[in-house]
Structures are given as C-alpha cells and as structure tokens.
C-alpha cells in the first residue's frame, strides 16, 4: 500500500488557502449561533422543507458545528457519529468501507456486499442503499440530522428504523475554509472547500478531503516493524450550479479513492469463560492494541463515483424539485480472518488454539446506482401545506468471494459469485394543516414496490472435505431467487404549540424494508431469503425552550413491534450467513438538553434507554463453533442450536450517554477555547444469540480540543480517545475467539483559516 506523504498534503491545502485567500470569510458549517441571548435556532430539513428543530413532530438530532468539526478531526470515518446522538451506533467488520447502522436497536450485522439495512443513509436527497457506498466521508457538511424511526413517506428506500441524513454545503457564495491536522501515527487530515459566485447566477463549489495514517499496528509474524492498520482516503466534490429568478440547477461529482488496510480480526482476545481482553500471551497478559500475530495477507481498495443533477423551479404556490443521481463502485478487500499464525496442524500456531486457517477476500468488480426522485411542495407556511411524489431506484450488483487454502495463496480453492438486479419505484404523498391556534396536523403515505433477481454460485471449488459443506468438492450450480414487496406504508402526526416555549407532539408510522437474498456460498451449497419488513412505530414527545432561549429540552418516548424482522445469523458452527425473519418489539426513552448559561459557555446531554428484543417463541440459531459461553436455551434434541427469544437485539445498548462542554474567553481579537465531548455505551452482544465473550460490557470514549480562534484563523491541539479505552466492536465466532476493537488514543494539532 501506498502512503502519500503528509507534507504534500499540508503544502496543497496551504497553497489552496494562500490562491483563495483574498475572497470574503464564510464559515464552513452551520452552527447553532451561541450569543449573549442563548441558543440559535437549529433548522432541519427532516420533512423536506426548511423548519425549526422545535417545530418537527419527529425525533430528530443534529450535529453541525463545535460537536462536528471535532469528532472528525482527527482522520475519522463515518463511525465516529456512534453514540452522539443517542439511540445510534455504527460499526464495521470492514472497516472504513462498510459502516453498518443501528437505530433504536433496529439494525443488521450481515457482512455480505449485499446487506439490507433498516437505516437507510442519505446524501443529499439521494439514498445509498448499498454498504461501500455507506461509508463516503464526511466532509464540507452544513448538518448531519438523525430521524429515528420510520421514515418511508417522504424518504426511500428501506427506512423502517430511521435515517441518517447529510446535507453538504451548497454553492451560492464566494469564499471557504481550510484544515490541517496532523497527529499520532502519522494520521494526517487536509480538508479544503473554495466557493466562488458571480452576478450572472452561476455559481461552482470544490470541496476535498485528504486522510492518512501510517501503518501502526506491528504483526510479530513479521521482521517488519509496524504492518498494519495505514490507510490513505481521498474524495472530492465539485458542485455547479446555475440561478436564474425562479430557477435552480446544480450538478454534482462526487469521487472516492481507498487504500489501505481491512480492519484487523485479532484472535483469541478473551480466553473462555470472559469477555476481557487478554495480551498475545493469553490470560494474565496486557492487551496490546498495537500488536497482532497474524500470517495472512490483508489489504483494502476502494473506489466509488457520483454524478447528480439537482433541478428545482419555483412556480409561487408550489416548488417542483428533480433529483437525478447516479453512483457507481468497485472494492476488493482480503484479510487474515482466524486473526492468528498457523493453525493446530501447524508446528508453531497461535495466540491460543487456532484450529484451522480462515483466509478470505471480498470483491465488488461492479455496482451501478440509479436514482431519480420528481416531487412537487407547496410554498406557504401557514394552512393546507402538501408534497408529493414518485421515486425509482435501479441497482446491479456483481459480488466475488474467495476463500484461500494457505494465507498467502494467490489462488483461491474456492470461488463463490452473486449478482443482484434490484428495482424498487414508489408514489408518495403528505399533507399538514396548521391551525391559528398553533394545532398542526400532518399525514402521508406511499405505495412501495420492489424486485430483485439474484444468482449465486461456486464455480470453482478445489478444497478437501470441510465440516460446513457435506458435499465440497463439488461445484455449486447457479442458483436463482426472485422476490417481490409492496406495502402502503404511511404516517400520521399532531403537534401543538402551547406557546413559545413549549411544543407538544405524537406520532404513528407505518414503516417497511422490501425482501432480501443472502447468497453467500463459500461455505455453503443454498442460499436464502427474507420477507418483507414491517415495522410499527409509536411516539410521543415534548419539546422546550427556556430561559431567554439559553436551554432547550427535548424528551420522546417511542415504541415499535416489528413483525418480520430481517436479521442474518452469520458464522456459528457451520460458518454460514442465512437470512431470517423474526418478530421483535422495542421501546424506550430519549432525551437531549442543550444550553448556554453564559456568554462562551455552552453545554450538552443526551442519553437513551432503549429495550430492543425478539419477541418469537420459534426463533433458533446456531451458537458458536469456537469455545465460547452460550447463555440462552439450547432447542431440546438439537444440540448447539438455541432459542433466541427474549434476546436484546445485537449491537444495541441499553443505554447510552453523550456530552459536550464548551467554554471561550476573549483574548486579543480571538478567544481562547476548550470543547469537549464524550459518548459511553452500556452492554452490547455480538451476535443473536447471548454469550459471555462475544460480548462488551462498556465503552466510553472522550476528546478534548483547545485552541485560540479569531474571525479567520483557528489553531488548535486535539486528544480522541483520551482515556485509551479499549473494547471489542464485534467478534467472529466459527474458528477462535476473534474480535475486532476500537480506535486508538489519537493526539495531535490542527490549524484552520477561513476565505
């Protein structure tokens, strides 16, 4: 792998802010103004209109600002929003690539190219449906804003848990900003955005991003010193746009460029019977989050391109909006996955017992997204307020899977393909009156319908007999699977807004995910489906502000019965990924408190309880293969499958937490300021079923950045990560006790100027 010095990418964003330098100052971000007169208005777009924070009869959070310039500092990907809001995390048996979502517990741990997931991402107005594209980084943001729970009027696909919703800055202004950070492990970050507009309507904005870390993480397999763990990300985005009166058109490309390291499966992290991490030595020993022994080959590569176009007219009752977008991608990664050296046929094995070597790459040799969206909204801000619409989605998928007899075999000895054809179009409407006295009521539907054809098979297959697969010398024929979905599903909401200071609301949405096919057949001879998702959600909640505006508080309480739920088991004893449908029923509370007590001083909380269980009596699984504890039920007769029923939902905490402080003091024609924010997570499982090690029994993960700022230059020094926590994100659990981990504590400085 290639790593880009980090000088050369300091020079270029110091000679870009040097050339844009005498343009006028804009900031980069919308951040809620904090003045003497306490907390600006927040504006969201969660309805697809421009509205107050206040005024949405949704749960909806928002990073922007102080919280988000510091959490992606530090060359972070799109994980790093886990935890700040609450009833959100992200994580990845990919890494960087492959972010994986989860909302109110709702979510998907499938590692298949192909994953379904209840959260769907949207980047400005256009939805990613699949993962490798999930993962774009975050750069040149107005807002990140998180809709919990169903979503599928006015947003689709598949929203049947929430959204997360980015929505980039647009072109319009003359100006922008540059940021360079550099910090521990070479991690190096150059974003750069230059906007320039004139009186005739038109208007261009660039916008790049640069990330690097060396590699950091030493394999003792090796007589190198450090081997793994470096990346260099890349992306870019050019925006043209043209007004002219009642007139808009943007075009957009957006580009993608990823090399560097998969993420590092480490091997027996926990010894039987626990779920702490132990050292490459075994129990009694530190774990070292830079060290591994691994004999594998590990690499990633990832490119992925966007082109849209954006049109909106303005015809004085009503707006027509078209969004036309197109992405497409390719990505191979390959790594060590039993995380060891050797194998108990080996002479020298280990950490621990490795009992046989798992080797495997992953490509995507072709996806093509296309997107458009046509929809007309009403203008007026009192009354009978509408929108509707259709949206068409087309997908085509080519996945390869490889698995390798020896580690660093350049030839598999098995092969296995896939390719999906997914089309999905949708007819939606919504409507709200408001009332003079502050009453407003809102309700939408729209008609889904969906199709995928999908083959897999296993040409190649030139392994010995293997426990998984009764019959594995043989080939595996094409296999074909076509499903069909339609629901109308649908929204209804009231609000009332008792005075300034205090907003009332409720809301029941109907929300679907259409069907799935797992094809996966390294390891197996068929594959499988999942119907149709449907989810059932009901909330209500209050929303405050006080004090002169310098404290807001925002509190809901939801609950939701999903029926048909799609989850997937992966690994167990036969290391397969097969689909399921299961019944699963939620409930809980959210709350989020913002305030400016003072000139410079500002302050947050948020936290959720959320209860996300299975809730059907004949959902089974099989457990692990590797030693570890199952806690649940083993199904009579059916030695190493167990029921699941009662199960909180993989990945979901029950509770969580998230902060910020803030606090400036003027100084000169700056201030001198110090932020902090924190996330903490209580217990998660790994997989469906419970068990002690595959398990994380916390997490709580800090940063701090203080600096000097005036109206153009900011300098600042960071710390991420501050009290080194060190915990499993996930595990595999057909070989050894293998997990993956957290970031490492990341240090360093970051200098900024606005133009």
């Not at 790593?3 to 050339?19: D, G, K, Y």
Request: aromatic share 12%.
């Amino acid at each position: 792998m290639r790593h880009f010095p980090s000088t050369i990418a300091i020079s270029f964003a110091l000679a870009t802010a040097a050339w844009a330098a005498p343009a006028a100052a804009q900031d980069a971000s919308a951040d809620p103004a904090v003045e003497d007169s306490g907390l600006g208005d927040i504006v969201v777009t969660a309805q697809r209109r421009e509205e107050s924070l206040q005024d949405v009869p949704v749960a909806v959070s928002v990073l922007s600002g102080d919280t988000l310039g510091a959490i992606t500092s530090t060359g972070a990907d799109v994980r790093v929003l886990a935890g700040r809001v609450p009833s959100l995390n992200i994580e990845s048996s990919f890494g960087r690539t492959f972010p994986r979502f989860y909302i109110r517990g709702l979510g998907n741990t499938d590692f298949d190219l192909n994953a379904s997931q209840p959260v769907s991402l949207v980047y400005d107005d256009v939805v990613l449906e699949n993962p490798i594209l999930k993962g774009f980084p975050i750069f040149d943001l107005d807002r990140v804003e998180v809709l919990r729970g169903p979503q599928g009027t006015l947003f689709g696909r598949n929203t049947p848990a929430g959204i997360v919703k980015f929505d980039t800055v647009k072109p319009g202004k003359t100006g922008g900003y540059a940021r360079v950070s550099y910090g521990r492990y070479g991690t190096s970050q150059v974003e750069v955005a230059a906007g320039a507009a004139d009186d005739s309507g038109f208007s261009v904005r660039l916008s790049g991003l640069y990330q690097h870390r060396d590699d950091w993480v030493d394999n003792i397999a090796t007589t190198k010193k450090d081997d793994l763990g470096g990346y260099d990300d890349i992306a870019a985005r050019l925006q043209l746009q043209y007004e002219s009166g009642p007139f808009t058109g943007r075009v957009t490309g957006q580009v993608r460029v990823y090399d560097g390291s998969a993420i590092i499966f480490r091997a027996n992290t926990q010894v039987p019977g626990s779920n702490k991490l132990v050292g490459l030595g075994g129990a009694g020993t530190e774990f070292e989050r830079d060290k591994v022994w691994q004999d594998g080959i590990n690499f990633q590569k990832l490119n992925t391109y966007n082109v849209g176009l954006n049109l909106e007219y303005d015809f004085g009752p009503v707006t027509a909006y078209s969004i036309t977008s197109y992405w497409n991608g390719n990505f191979r990664s390959r790594g060590d996955i039993d995380g060891g050296f050797g194998n108990r046929f080996a002479p020298v094995s280990g950490p621990g017992l490795i009992p046989f070597s798992a080797q495997s790459q992953d490509n995507v040799p072709s996806l093509d997204q296309f997107t458009q969206e046509i929809r007309i909204a009403s203008n007026n801000n009192g009354g009978l307020g509408y929108q509707f619409g259709a949206f068409y989605f087309d997908e085509k998928l080519d996945i390869s899977s490889f698995e390798f007899e020896n580690p660093t075999s350049a030839a598999p000895w098995a092969i296995a393909t896939q390719r999906q054809d997914s089309e999905a179009y949708g007819i939606f409407g919504s409507v709200n009156y408001e009332f003079d006295n502050g009453f407003k009521l809102q309700a939408g539907a729209r008609y889904n319908h969906d199709t995928r054809d999908f083959v897999a098979a296993r040409p190649v297959e030139t392994r010995p007999g293997f426990i998984t697969d009764p019959d594995p010398n043989t080939p595996v024929p094409p296999q074909a699977a076509k499903v069909k979905g339609k629901l109308l599903t649908w929204d209804a909401s009231a609000s009332y807004e008792a005075s300034d200071a205090l907003t009332l609301y409720a809301r029941v949405a109907r929300g679907y995910r259409a069907p799935s096919v797992q094809g996966r057949l390294t390891f197996s001879r068929v594959i499988s489906t999942a119907d149709q998702e449907e989810t059932m959600s009901y909330e209500a909640g209050i929303k405050t502000s006080f004090l002169d505006n310098r404290v807001r508080f925002n509190l809901t309480g939801y609950y939701f019965d999903t029926k048909d739920l799609q989850l997937t088991a992966v690994g167990g004893t036969s290391n397969r990924a097969s689909l399921l449908n299961v019944d699963a029923k939620g409930h809980g509370i959210e709350a989020e408190l913002q305030a400016a007590p003072a000139k410079g001083l500002t302050f947050s909380i948020g936290g959720a309880w959320n209860v996300a269980e299975i809730d059907d009596t004949g959902a089974f699984v099989a457990g692990c293969s590797a030693p570890c504890t199952v806690l649940d039920p083993q199904r009579p007769g059916s030695p190493g499958i167990f029921s699941i029923d009662g199960n909180q939902l993989p990945q979901s905490p029950k509770w969580t937490l998230n902060w910020t402080a803030g606090y400036e003091i003027p100084v000169g024609d700056g201030a001198i300021y110090a932020f902090t924010d924190w996330y903490y997570r209580s217990k998660v499982q790994f997989f469906l079923y419970r068990s002690v090690e595959f398990s994380d029994d916390k997490m709580i993960e800090g940063g701090l950045r203080v600096g000097y700022k005036t109206d153009r230059f900011d300098i600042a020094g960071f710390v991420r990560n501050i009290t080194n926590d060190e915990s499993p994100t996930g595990g595999i659990d057909f070989n050894n006790l293998t997990s993956y981990v957290n970031e490492p504590r990341i240090w360093g400085v970051e200098a900024g100027v606005k133009f």
